[in-house]
């Protein structure tokens, strides 16, 4: 019984695994879930963009938070390229920035190891 149940969740979880990313995350989603939903596709789950399509590496932008909050959900005509997220907030765009600030500490953090 007890192998059946735990079968039984590893599945469920599983299936919810596989669903992730095409369900929209929830309003209250964190800045990783929303970065990974939204951005990551083009930027890289690390933030380390792809150097050969073009895409930057956003982690380690040196744009100021209010820019990149405003880049999110407005747009740039500077930036053709990059997308605008209108449907999120001004919280969850900078949920996003700092799920970013994050992941340019861990690149830097191994940079400095290697
Ligand atoms: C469809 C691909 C795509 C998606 C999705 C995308 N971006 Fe971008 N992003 C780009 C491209 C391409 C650029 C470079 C601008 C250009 O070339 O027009 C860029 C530029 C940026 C920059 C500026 C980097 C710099 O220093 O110039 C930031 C910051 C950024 N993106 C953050 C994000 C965030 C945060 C998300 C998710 C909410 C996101 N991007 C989603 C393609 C994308």
Redesign the pocket.
Same mark, same amino acid.
């Not at 399509?53 to 956003?58: L, R, T, V």
């Not at 380690?60 to 744009?63: E, R």
């Given at each position: 019984m007890k192998v059946v149940t735990f079968t039984l969740i590893l599945s469920l979880a599983g299936l919810t695994g596989c669903g992730e990313a095409e369900t929209p995350p929830p309003a209250s989603a964190s800045g990783q879930q929303?970065?990974d939903h939204?951005? !990551?596709?083009?930027?890289r789950p690390q933030g380390t963009?792809n150097f050969l399509?073009?895409?930057? !590496?956003?982690a380690?932008?040196?744009?100021d938070v209010d820019d990149?909050v405003s880049?999110?959900r407005n747009g740039?005509v500077?930036?053709?390229?990059?997308?605008a997220?209108p449907e999120?907030s001004r919280y969850q !765009?900078e949920r996003?920035?700092l799920h970013?600030w994050q992941l340019r500490k861990e690149l830097i953090e191994r940079y400095n190891q290697q």
């Open positions: 929303l970065f939204h951005c !990551a596709g083009c930027h963009g399509k073009g895409i930057p !590496a956003n380690l932008t040196d744009m990149i880049l999110i740039d500077s930036k053709p390229k990059m997308p997220f999120l !765009a996003i920035v970013m």
